[in-house]
């Protein structure tokens, strides 16, 4: 249960774990909201998402263009919604909330230009769009769902690299994003370790249970035995 890097972490966890195991151990850790909203899904079910956060801050805007004395990003065109993308790294997840949900978030071009930079899915709290883009480029993206219209006009990105929260949940930056059909759960740096080796004991004996149960064995008697259900 060891790895070297990130690259060796993030595949051990795609290949073994899954967002109920790790959101368990969280519980267990006294961790007990770490789940985005059940509203963000993948656009499709097998989509899974495990990488670093790059939390990005939208918020609500009236007008492409909005100039503004006091603040210089209301007059450029999606604020800092480009180099928020731009400075996306390695292995890293784009992860935005603080608009309404009124409008998309995240679309092909986007999700064309994050791969490009290693980034491996986003996140956002509100809508996607470009579906058919999205998909043929198989980047995993989790959001409310479908939903054309456009934030040019209605939102800007004010900030990135920021703690960010969703749903309760707070994310700072470099914190583990993970998410399958059953939901994104946030794994807060500092608990990692813990939280993945004892994921991974988890769900290595919840295969151990589940072949007790399917020989015979009660629930009962499975759970005393190995106190895993």
């Known amino acids: 249960m060891t ?3 990130d690259d060796e972490l993030f595949k051990l966890i795609r290949s073994e774990l899954f967002s109920a195991v790790v959101g368990d151990i969280m519980d267990k850790l006294g961790y007990f909201h770490q789940f985005l909203s059940p509203k963000i899904v993948p656009l499709r079910d097998d989509m899974v998402v495990v990488g670093r956060a790059m939390p990005v801050l939208e918020a609500d805007s009236f007008g492409e263009i909005s100039p503004s004395e006091k603040n210089p990003v209301m007059s450029k065109p ?9 400075d996306l790294k390695k292995n890293e997840v784009y992860i935005c909330t603080g608009s ?3 409008y998309a978030l995240w679309g092909e071009l986007m999700s064309a230009r994050a791969l490009q930079c ?16 999205i998909l043929n480029l198989d980047f995993p993206m989790f959001s409310y769902g479908r939903y054309a219209q456009d934030q040019g006009p209605r939102g800007k990105v004010i900030d990135y690299r920021v703690p960010i929260e969703i749903n309760g949940v707070y994310i700072n930056p470099g914190d583990i994003i993970f998410g399958d059909m059953d939901g994104v759960c946030v794994i807060p740096r ?5 939280v993945v080796k004892a994921a991974l004991e988890k769900a290595r004996g919840e295969k151990v249970v589940l072949k007790a149960i399917q020989n015979g064995m009660s629930a009962t008697d499975a759970f ?4 895993i259900m």
């Not at 999606?78 to 731009?86: R, T, Y």
């Not at 500092?190 to 813990?194: L, M, R, T």
């Open 3 to 5: 790895w070297k890097d």
């Open 78 to 86: 999606f604020g800092l919604m480009l180099e928020a993308l731009d």
């Open 100 to 102: 309404s949900p009124e």
């Open 118 to 133: 290693g980034a491996v899915g986003a996140v956002v709290d509100g809508y996607s769009r470009d579906t058919s883009g």
């Open 190 to 194: 500092k608990i990692e370790k813990e």
């Open 224 to 227: 005393a035995k190995y106190g």
